[in-house]
Structure formats: structure tokens, C-alpha cells
């Protein structure tokens, strides 16, 4: 049996609590959050579960400013997807467990909490976008319910959380920027599933998935995947900025400066990574445009692929290769390695050169956070928005009211601590 809270008199009478669990459902769980309204919110105070209704035929609606000032009251409360959840409510203290989730576990598991009729309802009418208001308070209270008896042994074992929270509030202040639409390119190029869900006012949005082994965010949403458009067909034209002209900074030679960084042995930013190594591979001060091109081959290989014994002389090369080692003998004693966040992973069918990968791909999420932390303060009071990061760039809509000085402040943070970057501009994001 589950209890329908409807009046502010019956939430001040829930019992106090020092941890509860929350489960927020929208009016279609489909749809962008910044395009539609909660429905109703279920509670667990780790004792009882209860449904506060908010826009649902079967009960009076609350109001969120008392759901949420209920909810601040409570020191812990426990939710899945906090950057979602934030859209709608403002809980500081909330606690994501799918994070602890992929820190226990290493994988984000698949609860399959939906019952038939949800199930049923989604299919028939999964265009529509008040969806959840058709389907019984009832059937949200047991799809809820299995939900929290899933995750409730993962609570009090969360660790990393400020880290967490910081990545979330940046990531989710980049994707609520929205990116301005030329429509009539996007409808040439773009597919979406159903428009209406990622699109209004001649905006799209995206939605990071920050639930990933490494950290590194992905960012598909709505059919479109918004790391991988294709650079050579015109499509990436569908996206224009809505102030004045897209900047774009992009990072040089990123994951070397980045372990660089990290090995103590940072690479001179008064020119490029791949040409300062270049140098070195081909023994000569100047580089041809083909030398430049294979000088990053010949790095990236490096990298991704491990280090040649014929390019060991190069100390960082040969520090990375002890660096390499070092984690490999870790792993293999401990059984699993440390990322720089935090998080221990145990990798399947693991190598030295995959857990190096594993690595530095959590390092560069780490700076990016680092980096939009800094940046968000950097943009307080300006028109100007940064819309769109892809790994190693970031994409701005620069308006010209905030002047050239506010780009070099930019550039200045973003190479802080031994980073070079680039930029290029134009009148849409087909550089």
C-alpha cells in the first residue's frame, strides 16, 4: 500500500529523517528537462515510500517550492541522476547514486524498473509529451519502489562526492545553454527522434551522459550525437550563434600536454607539442607541413598505440613508459587501478596499454572540469556562453558587448597550468 501526500499540512507531518530517497518523474521522461514540468516525486524515508503528487489527475497537486523546502530539511537525500533531478529542484546535498552505483560496481546496471503499463503507455502514446499524467500513480509508486529496493544498499558508501558534484553542475550549465538553430540546414541534415522533445524557439539542446567508467562524458540526445557530427558534409552549418560569432579554443596536443603536466615534465607552450617533438624525430629545427603531419602519427602512436623502443631516448616518452609499467604492476597487485578522480576500476581482459588509456581519459576530464569550474565564474554577468565541449575544445557564442580583453581571459584560464590553445572563429560551427 503506498500513501498520496497532497496537502504542505500532510509533508510537514512525514516523519523527520536524517537520509530519505527521491525519485522525480516529468510529464515525459523523453523530453529535453528543460522542455517540460515534473509530474509527481516519489519519497522514501528508508522506512516507507510515498507519492507527492504535482501535476497528476489522482491527487492534489503540491507545490514544488514545498516539496523542495521539505527536502532541503533533510540532510542526505539519495536520487539517481542528480544533474536531471537539478533541472527541477535545488538540493545541494543530493547525493547521486549511479556514481556510487559505477564506483562499486564498475558499470551503470539496467533496473528494469518499468512496469507493463508504463511500458504499454509509452508505446501507444510516446509522442506525447504529458505521458506520465495517463499512466496510475500507482504503477509510478511500483516502478519507483523497485528503483530504491535496487539502489538502497549502495547508500552510505558514496565517496568523491564534491569532485561529482562539480562535474555535474558544470556539465549541466554547459547543456542548458542550448545551441541556436539555422532550421532550415538542421531539417536537411538532422533527424532527430521527435523533434519536440530537444527543439523549441529555434533551440536544441543536448544532454551529457556523464555515467561513463572513465568520466568522460558523451553527449547524445534525442537520435543526434553531438560529438561526432561530420565535418566535411555541411551539416555542422545547422548551428549558428545566437549572440554575435562562434569561437571555438581548442587545445593542443591535449593528452600529451596533459600527462606531461601530470609526470612533471611540462612542454614549452610557445609553439606546438607535435612540432617541438617533431624537432626531435626528424633531428632539424624546421618542419615541412608532411613532417608536421607525421610528426603527429608518429606521437599519437605513441599514445594510444605504446611506446616504440626507438623513441624511448625522449624523456617523457620514457617516463610515460615507466609510468606505464608502474601502473600495470599496481594493477596486477591491488586489482584494480585509481583514476584521477577517485574512482577504482577494474578493467576486463585489462592491459597495460588500455588501463593507460583508461587513464588519461579520466585526466582529461578531470581538467575539464577543473577548467570549466574556473570558466563559469570567468562568464558570471556576460552575454556571452560557452554551448557546446567536445574533448579538447570548446565551443563559444561570443557576443561582441563582452570585448576582445574577455576572450584572452578565456584563453589565459584555459591555458593556466601549462596548456596551449587555439582559436578559430565564424559565423556558424562549420569552421
Known sequence: MYYIVETKEQLDRLPKTDKCFIDLISLSEETHPLLTT???LYYNDFEKGYMLPINHSEGFPLSLEDIQDFLLSIPKVYLLDKKWHSYFLYLPQAVDLYFTVLDVEGEIKDYNCGTPVHLDYCNKFKYLENVNTLIPLSKHYEKSECLFNSVKKYAGRESNVEWQNNYVETYRWVEEQGLTLNERVFDKFFEPTWKVRSVRDNRIYTSYNLYNITSR????????????????????AAFVPQNDVFVEFDFDGYHLRLIANHLN????????????????YFNKEELTPEEYQESKKITFRQLYNGIESEYRYIELFDHIEELLQAAWAEYKRQGHLMLPNGRKIRIENATPQKLFNYYVQCLETVNNVKKLTALKELFKGKKSKIILVVYDSILIDFSAEDGKGFLKQIKDTLEDGGYKVKAKKGDNYNF
Open 217 to 236: 562524458p558523451t553527449n547524445a540526445f534525442n537520435g543526434i550525437n553531438f560529438l561526432a557530427f561530420n565535418k566535411e558534409n555541411g551539416s555542422r
Open 265 to 280: 615534465l611540462p612542454i614549452p607552450t610557445d609553439e606546438s607539442a607535435h612540432t617541438i617533438l617533431g624537432k626531435q
Open 38 to 40: 515534473p509530474c509527481t
